[in-house]
């Protein structure tokens, strides 16, 4: 390989990430003495292991960081996703405690109501001008306090075969959320770069003022980013409902905005707006469900578990820096020289 298309490979925002998983594999590998971590067995027709689980586990964060991604390219963040996806599953919770109401009512109810929810960020920080910081902390605790209200702060235990199937349920061989990502992602895919959307929140985030002056509805652009973005945090909110079977509002998405700003940021997408990467922060979100599992598999106490996130985190970020990239690339050729 040539250095140029080397240095090429290395700019990559997906490269550091996946690199980040390998390791981890080689962590537990190591740790095990064994191929146990890699191994996939096929029961039923389903796919069982340590790797399905991530994938399982991993596609709440994965879709949560899908919405995310949009709202920091387009130079804002969500700190409401965690509250959206309590929201969420406390809305379907309700409705599916009766028996009147179907499961896809109850679904589109919830995801209405998290898109909404998304929708009302946006125009605080459009129409108001309120700092998207200040006003998704808004939502973030009313959501949270909303979701508590409906369910009166009890857990709701949901009995639904067609619900539990979200989370539950396999398709194809694998979890049915699994499945459910990929075809979310990969519609995203087609509608943000083969139409102009992708176009328009690339402009919006990266320059706002000279967008406007284009022509650009940016407050639009960004009213919709903030919509897709509660849109897949209410789905992330089904997913986790589903798969404990209960509506848990006091823990349900905690940490969740934390983890996908993470995701997106590893991935390869600014804070500062701009150019974004779906498909690195679908890498991102694995990598801190990879680092989740050897965590455990380490026996690393519940405590101490943000430390090695944190550590792993500013790693990756400093390979993605290009300062970073050539102060080592000096280091290495000042090492060949001598």
């Known amino acids: 390989m040539s250095e140029t298309r080397l240095q090429s490979f290395c700019r990559s925002p997906v490269v550091w990430p996946l690199a980040g998983i390998l390791l981890l594999v080689l962590v537990n590998l190591v740790h095990d003495r064994s191929t146990a971590f890699l191994q996939v067995t096929v029961t039923d027709g389903h796919l069982y292991g340590t790797l399905v689980d991530i994938l399982n586990q991993g596609s709440r964060c994965m879709l949560v960081a899908l919405g995310m991604t949009l709202v920091i390219a387009v130079s804002g963040v969500d700190l409401s996703v965690g509250s959206l996806m309590a929201v969420g599953a406390a809305v379907a919770a309700v409705l599916l405690a009766r028996e009147a109401h179907s499961v896809a009512l109850a679904m589109t109810a919830a995801l209405a109501a998290t898109a909404l929810a998304g929708l009302a960020s946006g125009l605080l920080v459009t129409w108001v001008r309120v700092q998207p910081i200040v006003a998704t902390l808004i939502l973030m605790v009313v959501g949270r306090g909303v979701a508590q209200l409906i369910t009166d702060g009890n857990v709701i235990i949901i009995q639904r075969a067609g619900f539990e199937f979200l989370g539950n349920g396999y398709l194809l061989g694998l979890p049915f959320s699994t499945v459910l990502v990929v075809a979310l992602y990969l519609g995203a895919q087609v509608v943000l770069r083969r139409s102009a959307a992708g176009l328009f929140i690339e402009a919006a985030g990266d320059n706002e003022t000279a967008s406007r002056f284009a022509g650009l509805a940016v407050g639009r652009?960004?009213?919709?980013?903030?919509?897709?973005?509660?849109?897949?945090?209410?789905?992330?909110?089904?997913?986790?409902?589903?798969?404990?079977?209960?509506?848990?509002?006091?823990?349900?998405?905690?940490?969740?905005?934390?983890?996908?700003?993470?995701?997106?940021?590893?991935?390869?997408?600014?804070?500062?707006?701009?150019?974004?990467?779906?498909?690195?922060?679908?890498?991102?979100?694995?990598?801190?469900?990879?680092?989740?599992?050897?965590?455990?598999?380490?026996?690393?106490?519940?405590?101490?578990?943000?430390?090695?996130?944190?550590?792993?985190?500013?790693?990756?970020?400093?390979?993605?820096?290009?300062?970073s990239r050539r102060w080592l690339g000096g280091l290495w050729s000042a090492r060949k020289a001598a």
């Open 221 to 323: 652009v960004k009213c919709l980013a903030y919509m897709t973005s509660g849109l897949c945090a209410g789905l992330a909110g089904l997913l986790a409902a589903s798969n404990i079977r209960a509506a848990d509002t006091l823990r349900g998405g905690e940490n969740m905005e934390l983890d996908a700003i993470f995701a997106v940021v590893v991935g390869g997408t600014a804070l500062t707006g701009g150019r974004f990467s779906l498909l690195g922060s679908l890498v991102g979100a694995l990598l801190l469900q990879t680092l989740t599992v050897t965590m455990y598999n380490l026996g690393v106490p519940p405590a101490v578990a943000p430390v090695p996130k944190a550590l792993l985190i500013i790693g990756v970020c400093l390979l993605q820096s290009e300062k």
